[in-house]
């Protein structure tokens, strides 16, 4: 298992926080591939505020399968930054739009928004079942809009 992680999470780096009534931020990562991705590998993606609620997500892949292999999930990165966290923290799951390119969108309405935390939170896809043919390099990279929490559903 490898983590990656994108320039837009690295710590220090402070994600714009949404402190007016109405205001969507967006926050997007995006990571170039320089290997096969492989099971169980972490992609570190962006990072949302404290105090602000998850309203979306969207997951654009390019090709990166010659086979049909690769499955994806996005989710929000553990305390340790070592994996998911729990399935009820993630934003899409068993997503396979990096076999032939793509977006797609957080599963909603099936999946709640994800409530305000007290401290800022990494968000990352997962690689659930890793590249099934040659080598593919591309990019992925995930969207989150959000809203303070006071503002938010």
Request: glycine residues 10%; charged residues 20%.
């Amino acid at each position: 298992m490898t983590v990656y992680t994108a320039a837009n999470a690295e710590d220090g780096r402070i994600p714009v926080s949404a402190s007016q009534a109405g205001i969507v931020c967006a926050n997007k990562g995006v990571f170039e591939t320089t290997a096969s991705l492989e099971t169980d590998d972490l992609i570190i993606l962006c990072k949302v505020p404290a105090e602000h609620t998850i309203l979306n997500a969207y997951l654009d892949c390019d090709d990166l399968d010659s086979g049909s292999a690769l499955v994806l999930t996005a989710g929000q990165v553990n305390a340790g930054k070592t994996a998911l966290e729990a399935v009820a923290y993630d934003l899409m799951t068993d997503e396979t739009v990096a076999q032939a390119g793509g977006r797609k969108e957080m599963d909603l309405p099936s999946q709640p928004l994800l409530g305000p935390s007290s401290s800022e939170r990494f968000f990352g896809v997962q690689v659930d079942a890793g590249q099934g043919g040659a080598e593919k390099l591309g990019t992925i990279s995930l969207t989150i809009l959000y809203t303070a929490q006071e503002f938010g559903v």
